[in-house]
């Protein structure tokens, strides 16, 4: 090999490697080649600092619920206690509404009295299983038309109070003196079925029997 020919190939071979090295900056190669910097995980801080961090603490968001006095000295003073109901059920609807035509203008006690007997038809077998069924069951309540349950005075004090002595018997927050009692009638008649019924109670203007 001449000098001259030596010299070509090496000229050569420098060309072959500039060329290649500018290819791969194009291809992004060398990006991937570079060392890159090490992770550095940094220090924890000590006691001291720790306390001065924010503190970020996740606590349940619960609703305040209104109290119900359950210590109550009276059935008038659980009856204030109660948080007016905005909504009830049609079962819990219908018992209001049975309080409502039925005793609304006698005492609390009277009316829990009432509630109490529809309670008791629900649970003795031989009536409805429901509040709505004993309420409507034909030939029962004198209120009721046609199966059908007059409108209430919606934003009446009578009401109010239909709706929480409702609550309150069928939550059984207050004994009623009425007992097992499964009928009632007004003391001002005498119906043909009384003298076959025990006498539980005389409440108000009603009396109660089983």
Request: aromatic letters at 8%; charged letters at 20%.
């Amino acid at each position: 090999m001449t000098l001259k020919t030596a010299a070509i190939r090496v000229a050569a071979l420098m060309l072959t490697i500039t060329v290649t090295s500018f290819g791969a900056l194009g291809s992004g190669a060398v990006a991937q080649s570079e060392p890159q910097a090490p992770f550095v995980v940094p220090p924890l801080p000590d006691q001291a600092e720790a306390d001065d961090l924010p503190r970020f603490v996740s606590e349940p968001m619960v609703q305040q619920l209104p109290t119900i006095d359950t210590n109550a000295e009276s059935l008038a003073d659980l009856v204030a206690s109660l948080p007016e109901e905005t909504e009830l059920s049609r079962d819990m609807t219908c018992l209001a509404q049975a309080i409502y035509f039925e005793a609304r203008g006698e005492d609390l006690a009277g009316q829990l009295a009432v509630a109490q007997v529809i309670i008791n038809r629900t649970q003795a077998g031989s009536f409805p299983g429901d509040y709505c069924g004993v309420v409507t069951q034909p030939a029962q309540f004198s209120f009721v038309r046609g199966g059908r349950i007059p409108a209430v005075r919606a934003h009446s004090g009578a009401w109010y109070r239909a709706k929480a002595i409702a609550r309150i018997a069928h939550e059984e927050l207050w004994d009623s003196e009425a007992g097992d009692a499964l009928y009632f009638h007004a003391t001002r008649i005498r119906p043909s079925w009384a003298h076959t019924k025990l006498a539980r109670a005389t409440i108000d203007s009603h009396v109660f029997y089983r």
